[in-house]
């Protein structure tokens, strides 16, 4: 057995252990860019190929049902030459310094896992695959390239009519040199790349054996169950006793990095009951007698204010001073062409509307949690459905003080993480635990808990005015969105754009707009704002689409027509095209019914749907049917991107109907699902999805595009446009019916 | 504390409660240790710990463990020795689970609505389980087929 590292130009490395192990870094995303900068020179991926002919890929990536493993592994199979179905993928565990095939993280958000990592896979499929192939040229004594022919994990030798296994080129494969670039398999041979293949974590997900985080057990574990002060900002005044037949309560407090907003770094802003199972623990935590420190400013912190403080920031905001402090109320220039303030007031036709958007919890089906095993001065173990897999790692370095080699991350299934789980509060809250009792020990957050106390949507009200001349142009386009900023809470400066990810989908918009202002405010609510499924394309589009729409009512044309003739770019207008004729945009709908189309983008993916919808009444409407269409460049895996664009139209339905937090002295008042509304299968329309055929798989230089937020952000526009068709009411704020509530089953 | 003398899967556990009404749920998660039945929200609204006792359906969030005694409690992991379910097939066929955590609870409706005679159409009016991810078009496509 051999072991040597070699780094080659493109990063991979061979260290052999029983066979040939490829190691390199697949770039990721990191929504937190701007604050982090990547580490370097760090391996986070494995794939190895045994001597017993085992394939494995160990990645770092995370499992949420969005398909990331399956999809990286068939990606590899493709140039690896092997049966999609015999790679095995092993969630790996998080590491900032090991070579060795431990793996690492690959935070897990932005859509990005697959569309970041395709050529890498690709590369690392075809470099090993030609290290076999030279372990079989050397084997055969013949450097002829191409007397070998690579096919289902074999290497075959035509004149001698040999078929060599990979497993025992393996070893000889690692003594070689990896090639710096190996030739890929050119897509008019692709098995796998394009065509749906079934998913790898599927089978276990129907027998109860998936473990999600929280399903970790551990021999003389304990249970903790969350309870925060009801109002954000507020603190504890007193130790409370431990009740009777409980291990402890033990206060948790605010680790730096981990608090948004109100949740200031230090702060104890919680309590946990330490208790022998859930449920005692939980009674328990119900009838704990705690009192809180409530903030100062607890009265300000309800919806009347933030829509109050949204107004007059949309009447009035302090320009970006560049080095200047830019404190909360700061009005940032995304971009500015032309005066259209002037071409509005001198055109005929003149629109000016403002759609307000709700805080919206993301309310995953798994609430959070995190078990940890922590030993003093010796080892420490977190289990965590996180989709941040290396800042789960950090944050246990930071608390516990140990070193990296000392701590193991182990990432668990996630039960949806919807951007929730790239957060990482609760997993300081149960390092904290653990450290205080001195055992293994799971924490919990009862729903009410994940509901009250969640890093939110952000709110937003956005202002558009615009104007038409007599043929229908559009003269300008002045947009204006208040929001409290994500970025500015994780303690980001904010640049003279302001916030990345609030501008999203506002700004560089394909429309011959004539003279364009786009501006961002941030908006000062300290309410803790995270990452939420599409992020700031699921305000933005609203707003922008909305506004299409009344454009196209005022210059007296269908919506599609009008936008097909506004679009500047033939891949937008393909999508269009393609969402209007699956929708059946041109054929008259049944009476009683309307339909509305919206477009939009994200994570490099363009998107468009058209949803049709009946019976709108006080407390609800029926949607009848979905249709989207997408280019996402490359489609991997057809069947995941239908199933991804299904359950983002869901989570946008729910959050488009239903979905809302509000605030009554900093406390948030939906704490469970009858309180939140959401469809049930009885509600579900028709979905149709249609992907645009790969432009070309094999140019590098396409930015391939995500799918598991796309089928959010149009559905709401596309939703509040047929409304007005249905009813002539312009469906400005979301959600549709707020306060609606949900019966038992 | 009680002693509870409990069915589940076709085997009998002995199980200390502090209090007897402590819900199955959390008996069958961290008393008995089988994890497959999920808590989603504790008040009976999301179904993702459906169980079947006595071939009904039940919430097991809100039903009395001591409710149970002399019962047969079946859970996800007893619905089959090796995913053999007609239910777990079509799921499988279908690529129904995305995060899959409330599956475990719509599968048990599934399989509930279908010993109470119900197919097709008749199955999904019993479905009224909460799916975050949104998976209710192919439960559809699967709960056609059976």
């Given at each position: 057995m051999t072991t040597q590292t070699q780094p080659s130009r493109r990063g991979f490395i061979t260290a052999a252990t029983g066979g040939l192990t490829l190691s390199f870094l697949l770039p990721e995303i990191n929504r937190l860019g701007e604050l982090q900068a990547a580490v370097p020179g760090t391996v986070n991926t494995w794939l190895q190929i045994a001597t017993d002919n085992t394939i494995t890929l160990t990645i770092g990536a995370s499992e949420m049902g969005q398909g990331s493993f399956s999809a990286l592994a068939q990606i590899l199979a493709e140039d690896l030459m092997v049966?999609?179905?015999k790679i095995r993928t092993v969630q790996a565990q998080p590491s900032v310094?090991?070579?060795?095939?431990v793996g690492a993280s690959i935070n897990?958000?932005?859509?990005s896992v697959t569309r970041t990592n395709f050529w890498k896979m690709r590369d690392a499929g075809a470099i090993a695959r030609e290290l076999l192939v030279q372990a079989a040229m050397n084997l055969k004594g013949?450097?002829?390239?191409?007397n070998f022919i690579a096919s289902n994990a074999t290497v075959k030798h035509v004149p001698s009519n040999t078929l060599l296994a990979y497993g025992s080129l393996a070893a000889a494969a690692a003594a070689l040199a990896p090639p710096s670039s190996a030739p890929l398999v050119p897509d008019s041979q692709?098995?796998?790349?394009?065509k749906t293949q079934t998913r790898i974590d599927i089978p276990e997900k129907v027998n109860g054996k998936a473990k999600y985080g929280i399903d970790i057990r551990i021999p003389g574990m304990v249970y903790a169950v969350i309870k925060h002060?009801?109002?954000?900002g507020g603190t504890l005044a007193s130790q409370p006793t431990t009740p009777r037949g409980m291990l402890a309560v033990v206060p948790t407090q605010v680790i730096a990095g981990t608090g948004r907003g109100t949740e200031?770094?230090?702060?104890?802003?919680a309590v946990a009951v330490v208790g022998p199972n859930t449920w005692d623990t939980w009674q328990a935590v119900k009838s704990l007698n705690v009192s809180w420190n409530l903030p100062a400013n607890a009265a300000n912190l309800n919806n009347a204010k933030f829509m109050a403080d949204a107004d007059a920031l949309l009447a009035s905001a302090t320009p970006y001073v560049a080095?200047?402090?830019?404190?909360?109320g700061t009005l940032y220039t995304v971009e500015s062409m032309g005066t259209p303030g002037t071409a509005i007031a001198a055109s005929p036709k003149k629109l000016d509307a403002t759609y307000t958007l709700p805080y919206v919890?993301?309310?995953?089906?798994?609430v959070l949690n995190c078990t940890v095993n922590y030993v003093p001065g010796i080892s420490c173990e977190v289990w965590a459905p996180t989709q941040s897999a290396r800042a789960v790692l950090q944050l246990a370095m930071l608390i516990t003080g140990m070193a990296a080699n000392q701590i193991v991350v182990r990432t668990t299934y996630l039960?949806?993480?919807?951007?929730?789980?790239?957060?990482t509060d609760f997993v300081s809250q149960a390092i904290q635990v653990a450290m205080a009792v001195r055992k293994p020990v799971m924490l919990m957050w009862p729903r009410e808990q994940d509901f009250t106390r969640d890093q939110y949507r952000p709110m937003a009200k956005v202002h558009v005015t615009a104007g038409l001349d007599a043929s229908a142009n559009i003269t300008g386009w002045s947009y204006r969105n208040v929001s409290p900023s994500i970025l500015g809470q994780r303690g980001s400066v904010l640049?003279?754009?302001?916030?990345s990810q609030g501008i999203e989908a506002a700004?560089?918009?394909?429309?011959?707009?004539?003279a364009r202002l786009t501006e961002w405010v941030s908006h000062p609510s300290p309410i803790p704002v995270g990452f939420w499924r599409s992020v700031g394309a699921s305000i933005n589009t609203f707003a922008v689409e909305c506004m299409i729409d009344e454009l196209a009512a005022a210059a007296g044309m269908d919506g599609y027509n009008f936008r097909r003739a506004k679009l500047t770019d033939p891949r937008w207008i393909r999508v269009l095209d393609e969402a209007a004729k699956l929708g059946n945009w041109t054929s008259p709908v049944s009476s009683g019914r309307a339909r509305g189309i919206a477009i939009g983008t994200a994570f490099n993916s363009i998107v468009a749907e058209v949803v049709e919808i009946s019976a709108a009444t006080a407390t609800g409407v029926k949607i009848n049917r979905v249709s989207c269409a997408i280019d996402c460049?490359?489609?991997?895996?057809p069947g995941g991107i239908q199933a991804q664009l299904q359950g983002g139209i869901v989570h946008a339905i729910n959050a488009a109907l239903y979905g809302q937090q509000t605030f009554v002295n900093g406390a948030?008042?939906?704490?469970?699902f009858n309180k939140s509304r959401m469809i049930r299968l009885q509600e579900m329309p028709q979905i149709d999805t249609f992907i645009i055929p790969n432009?070309?798989?094999?140019?590098?230089?396409l930015n391939i595009g995500g799918a598991?937020?796309?089928?959010?952000?149009?559905f709401a526009p596309a939703l509040a446009n047929a409304y007005f068709k249905l009813?002539?009411?312009?469906?400005?704020?979301?959600?549709?019916?707020?306060?609606a509530t949900m019966g038992g089953l | 504390m009680a002693t509870l003398q409990l069915n589940v899967n076709g085997q009998n556990y002995a199980v200390n409660v502090s209090?007897?009404?402590?819900p199955l749920l959390w008996v069958i998660r961290d008393?008995?240790?089988?994890?497959g039945t999920k808590y989603g929200?504790?008040?009976?609204?999301?179904?993702?710990c459906t169980v079947l006792i006595d071939g009904q359906r039940e919430h097991?969030?809100?039903?009395?463990?001591?409710?149970?005694?002399?019962k047969k409690v079946v859970t996800i992991e007893g619905l089959s020795a090796d995913s053999s379910h007609p239910a777990q097939k079509a799921w499988v066929a279908n690529q129904v689970?995305?995060?899959?955590?409330?599956q475990s609870g719509v599968i048990m409706t599934v399989a509930g609505a279908m010993k109470a005679g119900h197919h097709g159409s008749e199955i999904l009016s019993e479905v009224k389980n909460l799916c975050v991810c949104g998976t209710y078009q192919r439960i559809r496509q699967a709960a056609a087929m059976l």
């Open positions: 049966d999609y179905a310094t090991s070579t060795r095939p897990t958000v932005g859509s013949d450097q002829t390239r191409a692709f098995r796998l790349i394009g002060c009801p109002s954000f200031v770094t230090g702060a104890v802003n080095g200047g402090a830019n404190p909360p919890a993301h309310a995953c089906m798994e039960g949806g993480g919807l951007g929730r789980k790239a957060e640049g003279p754009k302001g916030d700004n560089a918009l394909p429309y011959n707009f004539g460049y490359v489609a991997v895996n948030a008042q939906a704490s469970n432009p070309g798989a094999a140019d590098r230089a598991g937020e796309l089928g959010v952000p149009t009813t002539g009411n312009r469906l400005r704020g979301l959600p549709l019916f707020p306060g | 209090n007897p009404d402590m008393l008995i240790g089988l994890t929200c504790g008040i009976e609204v999301c179904g993702a097991a969030c809100v039903f009395d463990a001591s409710s149970a005694v002399g689970p995305q995060c899959g955590y409330c």
